[in-house]
């Protein structure tokens, strides 16, 4: 199947339902959509009131084998213990096919947001943190994409300008903020360029950590990269630069229990923070034939998204030029 621009409109509740029994299992005919706009997430319940969670993967996004790279992650977490939620196996299969579009099962897991505020939640945080990058560290994805200033920066910056959605207006004024900014990002990465890419969670905030009592739950390795380290780091961290120094200490005490910190990679936090903005506006432009996506983001591609925008961005140009967060 080939991405289109209604990529899901054949995925009726009879299709999903039939997909789910495709693996084994018996369903009881109740389903609710879950908060996702990349892939289509579903909770469904089966016969014996046990609910499961079924995923299936935007057409045309991923290959197999860099699903397969994701999966294999998630279940090399799990076996060394770590609170990951993966994939269920089936028939020795995570990543399964019906009526066109590639799925995977997953087991329902509760919890709420974490307390980020907390730093007793930092803490622990950041010593799971620090076992995943463990893990993380000890290969490299052959068929997943590094995030970096190409991947992250130019290429969506390329694809919003050539598509048109800056109106013309503002094309000039975003252009030249956005050229601006990625030389200043360049600079960051020069400031830091023995940091070491690895195996990341790669969009480690609040909304993929589900919390319960006995800790966290990491979800949702969709996006699971090549990174620096400090990518699963700079989304757990919020407020000024006072709050972030501590919020970093708290988190960093957990996570050097279990890894190595390079502190050269604070460097990268604000370069980070800007690449994922104009990765963000370049996401939702690649997506905006999905009917899905007009509906949930409205406010993308007026006038006033486009200010905002580079109002943001000249924001970030200051804060690139900030000495970098200091370990406590």
Not at 14 to 24: T, W
Not at 69 to 87: G, I, M, W, Y
Not at 299 to 321: C, G, K, P, S
Request: hydrophobic share 40%.
């Amino acid at each position: 199947m080939t991405q289109g621009a209604a990529p899901y409109s054949a995925l009726t509740p009879e299709a999903l339902l039939d997909a789910v029994e495709a693996c084994g299992y018996r369903c009881d005919g109740r389903l609710l959509a879950l908060a996702s706009y990349e892939n289509r997430v579903y909770q469904v319940w089966l016969e014996d009131g046990t609910p499961i969670v079924a995923k299936f993967y935007r057409p045309g996004r991923w290959s197999d084998a860099a699903i397969g790279e994701e999966h294999a992650f998630a279940l090399e977490l799990v076996e060394r213990e770590l609170p990951v939620v993966a994939p269920l196996v089936i028939d020795g299969e995570t990543l399964h096919a019906h009526a066109g579009f590639r799925y995977a099962l997953y087991p329902k897991r509760p919890g709420r947001s974490p307390e980020l505020e907390d730093p007793e939640t930092l803490l622990q945080l950041g010593r799971f943190i620090g076992r995943i990058h463990a893990v993380g560290a000890l290969r490299s994805y052959e068929h997943r994409f590094t995030l970096d200033i190409e991947t992250y920066g130019r290429t969506p910056f390329r694809y919003v300008l050539e598509g048109g959605f800056v109106p013309h207006d503002l094309r000039e004024t975003y252009r030249s903020v956005v050229e601006d900014v990625l030389a200043r990002v360049e600079r960051c990465y020069g400031r830091a360029p023995a940091v070491r890419t690895i195996r990341v969670h790669g969009d480690c905030h609040a909304g993929n950590i589900l919390w319960t009592g006995e800790g966290p739950h990491f979800v949702d390795l969709d996006d699971t990269c090549m990174a620096p380290a400090v990518q699963d780091v700079w989304l757990c961290l919020s407020g000024d630069r006072a709050s972030m120094t501590v919020q970093l200490a708290d988190l960093m005490e957990g996570y050097r229990a279990f890894h190595d910190f390079d502190p050269a990679e604070l460097v990268l936090i604000e370069a980070l923070r800007t690449l994922r903005l104009i990765h963000y506006a370049g996401w939702l432009a690649r997506r905006w034939d999905d009917p899905a996506f007009p509906a949930s983001f409205p406010f993308f591609n007026t006038q006033r998204y486009w200010q905002d925008q580079i109002l943001a961005l000249r924001e970030q140009a200051a804060a690139l030029d900030e000495p970098p967060l200091e370990l406590m």
